[in-house]
């Protein structure tokens, strides 16, 4: 340096002490004109423009000064420092390489260059150089807190929670990455840890949105749900815009049943993001938990738009529609996503509940059988015996008993004690003339349920089809006990009487029907033919004549008061009689025999022949027809 340029070197320091920081530069322009090779006064000056913001005025010195001093590592470190701060990356990396083969042992430069790669995106480069500078200054805090950050970006979270660990224990005062530190821990699952850690986190920063959502996070996973809930609603109130966080909250409040909160957070939601399908999703089952079918239907239809193929969806608007009543829509969307699904037993169950409630019982039946090979149930077992039963009840009903009765045998061998099942397998096997194992199901029927009228007069019935009186006379007088009125349960007595010879018992029964029901033509004809056998002919016209008065077209009383007509010598009136029946029951053999009898007492053999012969005819076979025969054969004599 020359002595001129010393004199200016001199003021301009003195110039710096006083702060007059432009007056410093132009008195050491002047030195560098006296000694422009001098890189001292390039230096001084670059840190003087430096301070003055005139920042590429201070790197062209510097640059100067490396160009004079190639050596110098420092000025290579303030290029890299200027470089740097103006996000000149690669410029600023490559100075501070040049350090490294200037000064390999000034070690703070590792951190220069680590910081600079994690600027650059160079995370593995990063790490090799915080590593390397943390070899030599451990307690180094920033740099383990940026080498934690680069870790949690890496998806490295033990790493980082290492990293900050070591922080804490040697700088706790000075620790404030409770956030970053608490996020580690969430990606390690270390919930527990992790609720300490952010309330610390929200105690240092409680404006922080996305801190209190994170500590919400942590709520739910260490069940802690009510705080998860409050910690939430703290985040939208400080940043009512965090969308995702609302559709945590209302994920939440769905899984703790507060279905009306969780709706409404939806909504919400669904205003700023309307094209979430799992938004609408979640938001027709709450809907649909609260019966509210019609809007989960919306809602579901929605999630359908955007996801047209979606099974989920349209298994649960099966299921929406089905508890809306709409079977038909219901069956619809079961049978389009039980064409892609074929796994699913729960699926094919609802399936065949909608077509039970529809009444086809066959296909329903086929679907709880599917169901039950894919896995046995016992609700399910449930429904597809009632559905058994309902099939056999629909055969019984269009009297295809044979039919009816295998599925009634299905249902009892899917539980042996179901009432229903095994009173319809007995009803079919008495109409199937099965008369003994009707009777023994019956039984097995009122063991199960002693307090159904109605089997025991079934039962009564079958007894008397098998002759067995005093038991099926046992039977209706439970039926009777159960319900006193029961105008079936006094027929059936009656008439077991009647066929046991007990007259008195059955006229007392038989009247007994006529004060509950005056109008019962079969008790009234009963009695009628009782008093007719006792040649009481007035009676038995009597209750014949009310039995027509219930029921003028009755033949079968009709018939009876011609006979009683006829043998009162009423013969006219009688022949009418008989002559109406044969118009509304032509094949009626008797009403043939017995107007044969009266032409043949008036001698119109002509007709006594047709109507014998008709008699003949109709007749059921094995039946004694000799006498019949041999008027025939008179008649055919005489009319010749």
Do not use: C
């Amino acid at each position: 340096m020359t002595r001129e340029a010393y004199k200016h070197y001199n003021n301009a320091k003195t110039l710096i002490n006083i702060s007059d920081l432009d007056g410093a530069r132009q008195e050491l322009i002047s030195a560098i004109k006296e000694s422009p090779m001098d890189a001292s006064l390039h230096i001084k000056l670059a840190g003087i423009l430096s301070e003055l913001g005139l920042w590429k005025d201070s790197l062209r010195e510097y640059t100067e000064a490396a160009r004079i001093k190639p050596d110098d590592a420092g000025v290579y470190i303030s290029i890299g420092n200027i470089l740097q701060e103006h996000n000149d990356y690669d410029g600023a990396l490559s100075a501070y390489m040049q350090v490294m083969d200037l000064f390999p042992e000034y070690r703070y430069n590792y951190l220069n260059i680590a910081t600079v790669m994690n600027l650059k995106g160079n995370n593995d480069g990063a790490v090799d150089y915080y590593n390397r500078f943390l070899y030599y200054y451990p307690t180094h805090a920033d740099a383990r807190k940026n080498l934690a950050s680069i870790f949690l970006q890496k998806n490295q979270p033990e790493k980082a929670i290492k990293e900050y660990e070591i922080v804490l224990q040697n700088s706790p005062d000075e620790f404030k990455e409770y956030a970053n530190y608490g996020k580690a821990l969430i990606q390690t699952k270390n919930f527990k840890k992790a609720v300490e850690v952010l309330q610390s986190a929200v105690s240092q920063n409680p404006q922080d949105a996305g801190v209190h959502a994170d500590l919400a996070f942590v709520y739910v996973n260490t069940n802690q749900k009510q705080k998860a809930v409050d910690e939430y609603k703290t985040s939208l109130k400080l940043n009512p815009f965090l969308t995702s966080i609302r559709f945590d909250l209302a994920n939440l409040l769905a899984d703790l049943k507060r279905d009306d909160e969780a709706i409404e957070q939806y909504k919400e939601y669904l205003k700023d993001v309307p094209n979430n399908s799992d938004a609408h999703f979640n938001l027709a089952i709450l809907y649909e938990n609260k019966k509210n079918y019609d809007d989960s239907i919306k809602e579901l239809n929605i999630v359908l738009k955007f996801k047209p193929n979606d099974l989920d969806a349209k298994q649960e608007l099966a299921r929406s529609y089905h508890l809306n009543k709409n079977f038909d829509k219901a069956i619809q969307y079961y049978n389009d996503v039980l064409a892609n699904k074929t796994n699913d037993p729960d699926l094919y169950y609802n399936a065949a509940l909608a077509y039970h409630s529809v009444k086809n019982y066959g296909k329903a039946i086929d679907l709880y059988e599917r169901s039950l090979v894919l896995k046995s149930d016992d609700k399910v077992k449930q429904d597809y015996q009632k559905a058994l039963t309902a099939m056999g009840y629909d055969l019984a009903s269009n009297k295809n008993y044979e039919k009816a009765l295998v599925y009634y045998k299905k249902a009892t061998e899917q539980n042996p004690s179901d009432y229903h099942a095994l009173s319809g397998l007995a009803d079919m096997y008495q109409k199937t003339g099965k008369s003994d194992k009707a009777q023994e199901n019956f039984e097995k029927a009122l063991v199960q349920n002693s307090s159904d009228k109605d089997v025991f007069i079934a039962f009564g019935e079958s007894l008397v089809k098998s002759q067995k009186y005093d038991e099926a006379q046992g039977a209706f007088q439970k039926a009777i006990e159960i319900d006193p009125n029961s105008v079936n349960a006094h027929l059936g007595l009656a008439n077991v009487y009647y066929k046991d010879e007990d007259v008195n018992n059955a006229i007392e029964e038989y009247k007994k029907i006529i004060s509950m029901d005056k109008q019962n033509t079969e008790a009234l004809i009963k009695l009628g033919n009782i008093y007719k056998e006792q040649n009481n002919t007035a009676e038995a016209q009597n209750y014949y004549e009310q039995a027509l008065k219930a029921d003028p077209e009755n033949a079968n009383a009709k018939f009876n008061l011609g006979l009683v007509l006829s043998d009162n010598g009423s013969t006219e009136k009688a022949k009418n009689l008989y002559l109406d029946v044969i118009k509304a029951r032509p094949d009626f053999p008797y009403s043939y025999q017995a107007i044969g009898l009266i032409y043949e007492k008036e001698r119109d053999y002509k007709n006594a022949l047709s109507n014998y012969e008709k008699f003949v005819s109709l007749v059921p076979a094995g039946e004694d027809t000799a006498s019949i025969t041999q008027k025939i054969d008179w008649l055919k004599t005489r009319i010749k």
